[in-house]
Nanobody, 124 residues
Framework: QVQLVESGGGLVQAGGSLRLSCAAS????????MGWFRRAPGKEREFVAG????????FYLDSVKGRFTISRDNAKNTVYLQMNSLKPEDTAVYYC?????????????????WGQGTQVTVSS
């Protein structure tokens, strides 16, 4: 059974940085696309960043481009989200997810497995 465990969230001041990690287990990791999503209070879950199974292609939410970087270490079965220049509007619970495909989607309904989430709070 596929399991995803996020870590690295916390409280940071605006302009600061955090690195989220998502450790995957339960199947071969390298072929499948991985995504990061977030849900802020009172808002819908939204796609933040994703990386294809090959690790070559990435895609970002417009508002995080140039600030966030997604990467993966297939040897460690881990995907990362480096978040720099954080803003209060980045405050949310962040989730990693994976699907049964190497294709990268931004639609959360395309993802089959989800982590429990990690809280990121950015103070102004």
């Amino acid at each position: 059974q596929v399991q995803l465990v996020e870590s690295g969230g916390g409280l940071v001041q605006a302009g600061g940085s955090l690195r989220l990690s998502c450790a995957a287990s339960g199947r071969s990791f390298s072929w499948y696309a991985m995504g990061w999503f977030r849900r802020a209070p009172g808002k819908e879950r939204e796609f933040v960043a994703g990386i294809r199974g090959s690790g070559g292609s990435t895609f970002y939410l417009d508002s995080v481009k140039g600030r966030f970087t997604i990467s993966r270490d297939n040897a460690k079965n881990t995907v990362y989200l480096q978040m720099n220049s954080l803003k209060p509007e980045d405050t949310a619970v962040y989730y990693c997810a994976t699907s049964e495909s190497s294709v990268l989607y931004s639609d959360p309904r395309r993802y089959d497995y989800w982590g429990q989430g990690t809280q990121v709070t950015v103070s102004s």
